[in-house]
């Protein structure tokens, strides 16, 4: 198994028993090179299947193979891997199904890093409750795994292009690494072991105090260019933070983070012998410069001993002395730096090797080999001395350090005996082009004579010609030391204050603004003043100094927007001969820090949002005895319960009715085994004021387990789902009644289909009887017998009786053959052509009451209806309005039809008799007549209602007494699903 294999299973930012339940299987890959040119991408190879992925694939969980090999049906699926890849954009791509047995899939992806994420789904996934119910989700990883706390922010860090781990326990063993930190270790990840095993490269005398001081205070530390060692003999320079892990407030840990700055590393060394000559040079011209200025400050020296000879006229030998013994220290510096005073090196790389001494240091080590080699290699007597941890924390933050009489154990010059000596040092970090420590300087003054004469002193003038020696000294030095150093610094002299001197670090800060010689408020007339003169003012008057930490400054650049920078500074008066004569201002440049502090700041509480407001309920339960240590509002919401109620109480002291439940036995079985359980509409029993409450739930109890593999705590996630289970129980016994009534209007709607048949087939034979009775009797009867008396209108009401008889048993016909309405096929058919069809049918009703019928159906030419249905719904509703006209006014008969909401709207308006409200609600009854004048059997309109309804539409009258009727047919435009 390689090392991808911690991409779902060790430490994973998505647990396994997330990945088992979820409807979308996740695919790993990585690219494939050719001859190692990572400019040319070959294809992708497999790197780790999930579950789903690997059933809808068919592919092992570790496939070894690439795209193209593995899966050599699926179409264009290597090219699209390959552009995804190379693309950095989000791609689809979609495998049809190739028959029953294997389904087809679609997939998303997108590059992250050196890898491509793919989301794989089923084009038809199965229910999610059959997976839920057949499916028993593994073990989460341990308890120190972030992402069982919170899934979205692990997987960002799972994803990131930085190392991550979390180290526990008072030997800091490694609790939790991110993808990027498993390969820096190249496989040597191993839950549980201490970082000083995994990481002995990085184990030096200083490491395992920085860990604990970071443990003990909770202040981050910050570690640049550590050299970390593959078992390939590779090196890996990364940029370390080391953060208190405080989850609850309480320490819990150290969280790594690591930046990989190899590159960065090696391309300075790869041009580091082009820039040595170049930083030769600016060395001697740096040194030059110096030189200059000390020979202006021994000028000044000169006028401040001419000073002192007319006030302590018996110190005027030992002054003339110091003047001789600074010319010949400005002799020596014209000898350039190999005749330096001072001992000065430089030290190069984390290492520290010596990479340039001068003759004064190499002095001080008589027949010692210094050059290339790291300091305690080639000075191992100063293993555990503080300097040596101080230089390595020079090298790692970057922040000058200054030593005053020094004492180190050195030997003596001439013949080597080891003593005591005394040193002023300064120790500079060096910088390259990029602005990147690759070094430290190291200037270091022998005071030993000084303080053996400050110890012997006496006399006042004495320390006077001292101090002047060493402020010429130390100005040289410092002036060097300040144009390298991070913090902005500048020198004002008088009460206007006068830009004195203003190093590097000030002009990146404010750009173009240090004018030597001018007042600081004209130099920075562009920028705010922001109150800081009125301090500066304060500070000269009083003396006392000022120090602002963090303070926000807006500073307007070249005319643009201000910018607002946040800055630790400190004002310090400085005095000649105890008068003060301007300040000195060091400023440090803090606004990343304080940003990002900011930013980290606003993303805690984001998370802690999320917590709070999170829709399903949340718990944790602590050791044993299920003592309650986190919840969430949404589980105080159901309990009926405040934080302070629930919170360090176990958890059947606040809800003991669950005690009965079997919850105890669970909860005890989910310990000994430690596997995670779900459930589904779980009955719980709360005790309320009022009673007890039952309530149902989908459970799910995650155990936390420790590096160990020991359960340590349970999560619990709760969905309320109680009004939904009680919704579907009502719903399930309102279906059931349902049914059982839809049974018995069936059975009764069978029997008077059943009914309505036999009766219209049993009566045709009668009927046609009495018909042909009739038929004979008027054969048989004279000519004369026929016309007397009451005959021949008897004979004519016989014969419409028989008429309307027959017409009704023809309805009943119709009424029982509407039963297999269901059966007709629908079709497309043209409602103007069965309109004219209709008109011909009525043509000598329409001639004999003059009625004027119009008819408007261009919005919907077509009705989707068997064409004798729609014939009989437009005859039937015609012949009604021209029988049922009013006496007093010539028939007018519209016919309309649009579309609406999907559905043919026909319309058949007309001028006739009217219905009233109470009519109106009998009119589509079966036999039901409602003008006794007019012959009719009352089955025309309940027809209509039966074939507009077995196809799905409605009907529907509108009607005022003596004005008319409307009345509206609704059809679908396509066959409904009951009909499909």
């Known amino acids: 198994m390689n090392s991808s294999a911690h991409l779902f299973t060790t430490e ?10 979820l409807e979308t299987g996740v695919v790993y890959f990585s690219p494939v090179y050719a001859d190692g040119n990572s400019e040319k991408l070959l294809t992708l190879a497999f790197e780790q299947v999930s579950p789903l992925a690997q059933r809808l694939l068919g592919l092992p969980e570790f496939a070894e193979g690439t795209v193209g090999t593995l899966l050599p049906q699926a179409a264009g699926f290597a090219e699209f891997c390959n552009a995804t890849f190379q693309s950095d954009e989000v791609g689809h791509y979609a495998l049809p199904p190739t028959n029953q047995h294997q389904p087809g899939w679609r997939a998303v992806a997108q590059r992250q890093g050196q890898q491509l994420v793919m989301a794989i789904t089923e084009a038809a996934l199965p229910p999610r409750t059959e997976r839920l119910t057949t499916t028993r989700p593994p073990a989460l990883p341990a308890a120190g795994q972030l992402a069982a706390a919170e899934p979205p922010t692990a997987q960002v860090l799972m994803q990131a292009p930085v190392a991550v781990c979390l180290l526990r326990g008072p030997h800091y063993e490694l609790s939790y690494s991110n993808a990027a930190f498993d390969r ?50 590779q090196t890996t320079y990364l940029n370390l933070t080391f953060q208190a892990y405080q989850p609850a407030g309480e320490p819990a840990g150290i969280l790594v983070v690591g930046y990989d700055v190899t590159r960065q590393v090696l391309a300075r060394r790869q041009v ?41 006229a018996a110190g005027v030998a030992e002054a003339q002395q110091a003047r001789a013994e600074a010319e010949r220290e400005r002799h020596r510096l014209e000898s350039f730096f190999r005749q330096s005073p001072a001992a000065i090196c430089v030290l190069n790389g984390p290492e520290l090797v010596y990479e340039l001494v001068n003759p004064t240091y190499q002095q001080r080590f008589p027949g010692r080999q210094l050059l290339g080699l790291p300091l305690l290699d080639a000075l191992p007597e100063f293993t555990g001395h503080a300097t040596v941890a101080r230089l390595r924390d020079v090298y790692a933050t970057g922040i000058t350090h200054e030593g005053s009489e020094v004492m180190l154990a050195v030997a003596r010059v001439g013949d080597g005996q080891v003593e005591a000596a005394y040193f002023d040092c300064v120790y500079q970090a060096r910088f390259d082009e990029q602005g990147v420590i690759d070094g430290v300087l190291v ?13 012997r002193a006496t006399d006042l003038q004495a320390q006077v010609l001292r101090a002047a020696q060493r402020q010429a000294q130390a100005l040289a030095t410092f002036h060097q030391v300040f144009d390298q150093t991070s913090a902005a610094i500048l020198f004002l002299r008088g009460a206007d204050f006068k830009l004195e001197y203003a190093n590097q670090a000030y002009e990146r800060l404010i750009p173009g603004v240090a004018q030597i010689g001018r007042p600081l408020a004209e130099v920075l007339k562009n920028t705010r003043p922001q109150g800081f003169m009125s301090i500066m003012n304060q500070v000269y008057q009083t003396g006392r100094p000022y120090v602002g930490n963090e303070v926000p400054v807006e500073v307007a650049l070249f005319g643009g927007p201000p910018l607002t920078k946040y800055l630790n500074f400190t004002y310090q008066a400085v005095r000649e001969e105890k008068q003060i004569v301007g300040l000195s201002i060091f ?15 606003e993303g805690q509480a984001q998370l802690q949002a999320a917590f709070e407001q999170a829709p399903v309920a949340l718990a944790l339960l602590d050791g044993p005895d299920y003592i309650i240590r986190v919840v969430n509002p949404a589980i105080l919401a159901f309990s009926q319960q405040q934080r302070d109620e629930v919170l360090g109480r176990p958890l059947f002291e606040v809800w003991p009715l669950m005690r009965n439940q079997g919850y105890p036995e669970l909860l005890a079985e989910l310990r000994r085994t430690g596997t995670p359980y779900m459930v589904e509409e779980q009955l719980v029993e709360f005790q309320r004021a009022w009673g007890n409450q039952q309530l149902y739930f989908h459970f799910v109890l995650q155990p936390m387990l420790d590096a160990q593999g020991q359960v340590t705590s349970i999560m619990l996630i709760a969905n309320e789902i109680t009004q939904q289970v009680n919704s579907r129980q009502q719903l399930a016994e309102a279906n059931n009644a349902l049914r059982a009534t839809n049974a018995q209007l069936t059975r009764t709607n069978t029997d008077l289909d059943n009914f309505i048949y036999t009766a219209s087939h049993d009566l045709k034979a009668p009927i046609s009887n009495i018909e042909s009775l009739l038929l004979m009797l008027r054969q048989q009867l004279p000519a004369e017998a026929r016309q007397a008396g009451m005959v021949p209108k008897v004979l004519r009401m016989m014969e419409d009786a028989i008429g309307r008889f027959q017409l009704t048993i ?20 043209s409602l103007e052509t069965t309109i004219e069809a209709v008109r011909l049918d009525l043509a000598s009703e329409l001639r004999a009451t003059g009625a004027q019928l119009t008819v408007d159906v261009s919005d919907c030419p077509t009705i989707l209806l068997a064409p004798h249905h729609l014939r009989s719904v437009v005859y039937n509703l015609l012949s009604n309005a021209l029988k049922y006209r009013h006496p007093d006014r010539v028939p007018e008969v519209r016919v309309r039809c649009h579309m609406q909401a999907g559905m043919s709207v026909l319309t058949v ?39 507009v309804e077995n196809a799905g539409g409605t009907i529907a009258v509108h009607s005022t007494m003596g004005a008319g009727s409307a009345f509206l ?3 679908p435009t396509a066959l409904p699903p009951s009909l499909t």
């Open 909 to 947: 308006e007309d001028n006739g008799l009217g219905l009233s409200a109470p009519q109106q609600q009998k009119i589509f009854g079966l036999f039901r007549r409602l003008h006794a004048h007019v012959d009719g059997s009352g089955v025309g309109l309940y027809m209509v209602k039966r074939i």
């Open 443 to 455: 200037f270091a003054l022998d005071v030993t004579a000084k303080v053996r004469a400050q110890r």
């Open 810 to 829: 023809a309805h009943l016909t119709d009424l029982s053959r509407l039963q297999q309405a269901h059966s007709e096929l629908a079709e497309t058919v």
């Open 12 to 21: 994973s930012a998505v647990p396994a028993a997330l990945l088992q339940a």
């Open 587 to 601: 400023a440090y440049d803090v606004t990343e820090q304080v940003l990002g502090r900011q930013q980290r700041e």
């Open 184 to 233: 820096l270790l190249a496989g040597r990840v191993a839950a549980g072991r201490p970082i000083t095993e995994l990481l002995p490269q990085l184990i030096t005398e200083a490491l395992l105090p920085i860990l604990n001081q970071v443990s003990a205070t909770g202040e981050p530390y910050s570690g640049f260019e550590k050299p970390l060692a593959n078992s390939a003999g």
């Open 272 to 312: 580091h012998k082009q820039k040595l000559s170049r930083r030769l040079h600016a060395t001697y011209e740096e040194l030059r410069t110096n030189y200059h200025r000390l020979a202006h400050t021994q000028q000044q020296v000169q006028q401040l001993n001419q000073e002192l000879e007319a006030r302590v």
């Open 969 to 971: 047919v609704s059809l």
